[in-house]
C-alpha cells in the first residue's frame, strides 16, 4: 500500500473516530424529558421546603435560606437537610453538609453513587469537595453564585500542561444548572441586589427573594407531571414533604 493511501485510511479513521468520541461526550451529558421533568419537580420542592422554614433573619436563626435534597436512582428522596449553621453552632453546616452528613448517619454507607443532590444554590468548595470525594453521581443546582461557585469544575479543571499543574480530581460529578424560571428569577434579583456591606445570606432573606420562594412553593403543590412514570414519585415525594 503507498503512503499517500495509508495516510488517506488513517486520517479517516481518527475523523469517524472523534465523531464517535464527540457524540459518546453529548450522550453522557443528555437526559431523558423523563428526568428533566423530574429534575424541574425535585428543584421546586428544594425550594419549597426553604420556604416551609424560612427564616426572616439573616443571623441567630437556624441558618441561610438554603435547602438540599438527595434523591436516589428511583426517584425516592433518601435525604434532605437546611443551612443550620446558627442553630448548630457551627458555620461548616451548609444545607448539602446537613443532607449528606445525615444520609450517612442513617444509613452508614460509605459513598454517595447513584445519587443526585438538588440544591437551591450552587454549592461552595467545602461542599463540592465533599460531594465530590465521596463519588456523588449527579448534582443539579439553582441559583448561581458567581464568587464562590464554579468549585466542581475547579476540581475537575485540567491544568497538567502547565508548569507545575494538575490532573482533575479522580472523580467526577455531572452537574445540571436548573433553568426553571423561579431559578432565573433569584439570578435576576441577585444581579440588581445592593451588596454594599451585605452578604448572601441577606440576600436571601430580602421580601423579593421570599416572593420567589413562596411562588416555588405554591407551584410545587400542583405541579402536574406529563410522564406517567413520575405521577407516583412525585405522590411520594409530596408525602416525604408533609412530613418534614
Ligand atoms: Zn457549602
Redesign the pocket.
Known sequence: MNTKLKLLILSFLILINSSILAQEIKEENQISPEQEELDQFFMLMSMAMTYKFWQKEAINKRGANIGAILVDENGKIVSHGLDSEFVLGNR?K????VTIESYFIRTQKNNLEKLTLYSTIE??????GALTFKKLERDVYGQKDSI?GNAFQRLQYNSSEDENGFQPYPDKVELMHSEISEIKELEKLHEEFDWENKALRDFLVSKPVEAVFEKAYEKFFIFNPIYPENKEIIENARKYFQQL
Not at 94 to 97: L, S
Not at 123 to 128: I, T
Open positions: 461548616t451548609h444545607a448539602e453538609m454549592s461552595c468548595a467545602m461542599c463540592a464562590f
